[in-house]
Every structure is written in structure tokens, then in C-alpha cells.
């Protein structure tokens, strides 16, 4: 006769099981995998982040051309002027946009005798200046602000960009006053402008 032993649950469970070799050396595969893992997809952002940097850069000078040069020496209620060049292009005359308080008012090209930015080595002829006549502004004292950018075109001509030649020009117009003595609040000159390389 046979006979049936039922286990109660008390018994001991017997030795503690060691981990086998095989599973050491997984476990150390596991860990060098983890750590290759790890440098591999740094390397991989800083791969990305290198691709992201080259691109803007080539964007950039693509579209926001980095060698135009210039200032606006006056501004008031009767003109704006000033000079521009393309370093990269000395003898090429530049068109410019003349903005007021954010609204564009005239584009012309930038071809009047300015023998001082030939003198300064600033470009290759005299024919750098600007002048736009200033629109008629509103009959109160107010300040405006003149703005002038040099357009350039990128990708055969299909894109524009405006980048901002010299300073902004601020001046004050008075109700009282001869509307071509309005006065320059602020901003830099020619002078200073020229002497910058």
C-alpha cells in the first residue's frame, strides 16, 4: 500500500538558490549593454544638436544677410538720410526701406555721393547715401521714430528679408515749431558709424 504525504506549508524551503554563472554574466552583459546604450544615444544628441546648429546657421545667412553696414545720420520732419553698404559686395548699390513708427513709407536705392564712406574704406565708390523725404505726420507734438533697413533677397530673388541698417532715430515734432526744425532725440551719426570696422 502506498502511502500519500500531504504537505502542511511548514516545511523548510530548503538551501537558498544561488544564481547560476549563466545568469551572472547576463546580468554583467546587461549592465555594459545599459552603459553602450547610454553613450550611444548621447553621442546620438549631440549629433542632432550639431545637425540643428549647422542648419540655422546656413539658414541665417541665407536669409538675414550679416554684411550690410550703414547708419542714419538725420532724422526730423523733413528728411531721413544716411548710408548703407554690402561688405560683401562694396561696389553694389543697396536698396533701402525707410520705416516711421513700424510703417513702411518708401523704398529707393541707395546711390548718393557720400565721399566720406569712400574715405573711411567703407566701400569701393561714393555712391552709398540716402535720403527719403519724410511723409506728412500727424498736426500734434509728437516723437516719432525712423527706421531703415537694407533689403536682401535670398533664393534666387523668391525671398526678401529687411535687416536694419545703424541705429533708430528718434525726433520730436512740435505743433508750434517749423516742421524742418524738429529735433534728433536720439541715435548714432555717420562719424561714429564709419569708424567701426
Request: hydrophobic letters at 45%.
Amino acid at each position: 500500500m502506498r502511502s500519500v504525504v500531504h504537505s502542511t506549508g511548514e516545511e523548510s524551503a530548503g538551501p537558498a538558490l544561488r544564481p547560476s554563472f549563466g545568469a551572472a554574466v547576463a546580468d554583467r552583459l546587461t549592465e555594459e549593454g545599459g552603459r553602450l546604450l547610454s553613450r550611444a544615444l548621447v553621442a546620438k544628441s549631440v549629433a542632432e544638436v550639431l545637425f540643428v546648429a549647422a542648419l540655422f546657421a546656413a539658414f541665417s545667412y541665407a536669409h538675414f544677410h550679416p554684411r550690410f553696414r550703414g547708419a542714419v545720420d538725420v532724422a526730423d520732419a523733413r528728411m531721413v538720410e544716411g548710408w548703407a553698404v554690402d561688405e560683401a559686395e562694396p561696389g553694389r548699390q543697396v536698396e533701402v526701406q525707410l520705416f516711421i513708427d513700424g510703417q513702411f513709407v518708401a523704398q529707393r536705392r541707395a546711390e548718393l555721393h557720400r565721399p566720406d564712406v569712400l574715405a573711411a574704406g567703407r566701400a569701393s565708390s561714393a555712391g552709398h547715401g540716402f535720403r527719403f523725404e519724410t511723409p506728412p505726420l500727424a498736426a500734434r507734438e509728437a516723437e516719432y521714430e525712423a527706421r531703415v533697413y537694407a533689403l536682401h533677397a535670398a533664393g534666387g530673388g523668391e525671398r526678401r528679408t529687411l535687416n536694419q541698417i545703424g541705429k533708430a532715430l528718434r525726433f520730436r515734432v512740435s505743433q508750434n515749431d517749423d516742421p524742418g526744425r524738429a529735433a534728433v532725440t536720439n541715435g548714432a551719426g555717420c562719424g561714429e558709424e564709419l569708424g567701426r570696422r
